[in-house]
């Protein structure tokens, strides 16, 4: 059992849309993803997805809504909604998802990442 | 899909180690807590248990060590392992757990604290 500082973990990478899993809990992964730009519109068919920002703030867009998340705030995306996570500047964030989960969904193409990728 | 700010939440309760879900992922919910003084050892026989701390310092004690976590840091604390989380003073954490968890494990007493209570 150790402890995992976010701040830490962060300086350990500098892509941007690339998730890095730091723990496991159960079957589901905690991920530290630094996000700038915008994400490609996706849905995840099979699970939730829960966003927490660590630093800086970010918008999540859904077909008929948006939601801003800044520093100490969360939301969880639930399953099946397309959605299109976007920021001005670099936000670092935080994901709960299980394992295995593709960071585009089922939108393939140049954003998505590798899998299962730890620091 | 709304947001969930961690200050606002926390603002609406003040008692110590009786978790408050926030949000479900899943089967799994997301719960604050405010802890001070020593909890009772407990394990959860069926399931890890994720710790991230908010603000404050707390200490994860296990049988042949002990982990000290503060702002930023997180700890996944695996099934059937005996622990006690303690802080001297009060810090304001978040668990990770599948829902249904008690918060004492198969040590049920006075601080078995009230399953699914949401804020």
Known sequence: MKKINFKEKLSKFSDHWSP???????????????????????????????FIVIE?????DFEN???HLGEGEMCVVQK?????PRSSSECKIMLVEPRGVIN????????TASNDVWI
């Open 80 to 84: 099946g909604v397309k959605h299109r």
């Open 20 to 50: 890095k899993v730091i723990a496991e809990l159960n079957d589901y992964q905690f991920k530290l993803v630094k996000v700038e730009g915008d994400f490609v519109w996706h849905s995840h068919e099979d699970t939730d997805e829960a």
């Open 65 to 67: 809504d948006a939601v």
């Open 104 to 111: 585009t969904g089922e939108s393939e193409g140049e954003l």
């Open 56 to 60: 800086g703030e970010m918008w999540i």
